[in-house]
C-alpha cells in the first residue's frame, strides 16, 4: 500500500492486518482508530422500554412520543459485526441492569439488546480476523451494585480471556506487532473502581474521552481543536454533536441521524483530514491541536463508510514523519 494511497483501497475488514510494516511498531495509543459513539443503539426498537439512565422529564414524554424520541436516541445503523467489517475498532459500550433480570442491556435512555450476541459478533470477529484489534470502552455503569460489576466482569473474562490486552505500565510497548506475537486482540477499558480487582482491564485514565457537548459544527470542531493529551495515553476525540431538548424540539420531524451525524460528517470530517496521529509534542513546543488516537463518530456507516476511510487514512502520514518512526519506544 503506498503512502498515497486512497483510503478505499484499505479492506475496511482487515486495515490494521494490512498497515504498512513500519506503522505496526508505533504504539497503539499513537495510530488514528476509527470508532462509534454509543455503538449498540442499533438494537433500540419500538418495544424498548424506558431505561435507568432515562431523563426524568421521559417518563411523561416516551408514551406520547415513542417514534421521536427513538429517532434522537438510535446512534448507529449497523450492528457490532457489519461495524467492525466497515474498520471500526473501537465501540462505546454503556451497560444496564434490569429489574428482576440477570441479564446485562446496552442502553441510551432506553434499553438496547441483551449483550451476548455483539460481544460474540467481536469474539468471532476477531478469531475471524487475527491481525485486528478491538477496543472495548466500558463507558456506562447503570443500576449497577457491586456484585454486578464481579458478574459483569467475570463475563467479559470467560468470553474474551487469553485475547485481552492486560492493562500494561507503559502503553508505549503496545503495538501491532507485539500484540499479534502475543495473539492478544481485545483492549477493555473499564471505567469504574471496580476495574483494579484485575490486571486484565484498562482504567479510565488510559483514554480519556472528553464529552464536547456541543450542538453545532463550529463549536465541535473549535473543541476538538483545543484539546491536549498526555503522551503516555491514549486519547479518544469525539466527534459526535449533542442535541440538547431545545435543539430536538425545534427539529422535532427530523431526526439525530439528519441534523447530528450528517453535519458531522460534511462539515467536520473534512477538518478533521487535517489532523494527524502520533505522539503529542513536548510540553516546551508550540503546537496546535492534540494528535489524534480514536475518533468516533455517529451512524459510522453514512456515505459509504467514509467516516472509517478518512480517519484510517489519516495514518500514512505517520510514514512521513520518520522521527515517529524510529523513536516512539525510546
Known amino acids: 500500500m503506498s503512502e498515497d494511497g486512497a483510503a478505499q483501497n484499505f479492506r475496511l475488514e482487515s486495515w490494521m492486518r494490512d498497515l504498512p ?15 462509534s459513539h454509543d455503538s449498540m443503539t442499533y438494537g433500540i426498537t419500538k418495544s424498548s422500554g424506558l431505561a435507568p439512565d432515562a431523563e426524568p422529564i ?5 408514551p406520547l412520543f415513542r417514534g421521536t424520541i427513538l429517532r434522537w436516541t438510535i446512534t448507529q445503523a449497523l450492528d457490532t459485526k457489519q461495524q467492525l467489517l466497515i474498520g471500526i475498532r473501537y465501540l462505546d459500550l454503556r451497560i444496564a441492569t434490569k429489574s428482576g433480570e440477570d441479564n446485562f442491556y446496552f442502553t441510551h435512555g432506553v434499553y438496547a439488546a441483551e449483550i451476548t450476541e455483539a460481544l460474540k459478533q467481536v469474539k468471532e470477529f476477531v478469531d475471524e ?54 495473539k ?68 422535532w420531524i427530523s431526526s439525530l441521524r439528519d441534523k447530528c451525524a450528517l453535519p458531522v460528517i460534511n462539515d467536520v470530517l473534512p477538518k478533521l483530514s487535517d489532523f494527524s496521529p502520533g505522539p503529542p509534542a513536548p510540553d516546551n513546543a508550540t503546537f496546535s491541536r492534540a494528535p489524534v488516537n480514536v475518533v468516533i463518530a ?28 524510529y523513536h516512539t519506544n525510546e
Open 184 to 251: 492478544q486482540q481485545v483492549i477493555v477499558v473499564y471505567r469504574h473502581e471496580s476495574v483494579y480487582a484485575t490486571g486484565e482491564f484498562w482504567p479510565p485514565q488510559t483514554l480519556p474521552s472528553p464529552w464536547p457537548r456541543q450542538d453545532r459544527a463550529p463549536g465541535l470542531l473549535a473543541f476538538l481543536g483545543a484539546l491536549c493529551r498526555h503522551p503516555s495515553a491514549g486519547f479518544v476525540h469525539q466527534a459526535v454533536l449533542t442535541p440538547t431538548p431545545a435543539f430536538i424540539v425545534l427539529r
Open 129 to 182: 480476523h487475527p491481525g485486528e484489534v478491538v477496543i472495548l470502552d466500558c463507558q456506562h455503569f447503570y443500576g449497577f451494585q457491586p456484585e454486578d460489576h464481579q458478574r459483569f466482569m467475570r463475563l467479559l473474562l470467560n468470553m474474551y480471556g487469553p485475547i485481552l490486552v492486560p492493562r500494561q505500565l507503559d502503553l508505549k510497548a503496545v503495538t501491532l506487532n507485539a500484540l499479534q506475537r502475543l
Open 21 to 35: 510494516i513500519q506503522l505496526k511498531d508505533i504504539p497503539i495509543i499513537y495510530l488514528a482508530i476509527p470508532g
Open 58 to 62: 421521559l417518563h411523561r414524554l416516551y
Open 298 to 325: 455517529d451512524f459510522v456507516d453514512i456515505n459509504d463508510s467514509i467516516f472509517s476511510k478518512t480517519i484510517i487514512q489519516l495514518n500514512m502520514k505517520l510514514l512521513r514523519n520518520t522521527d515517529v518512526l
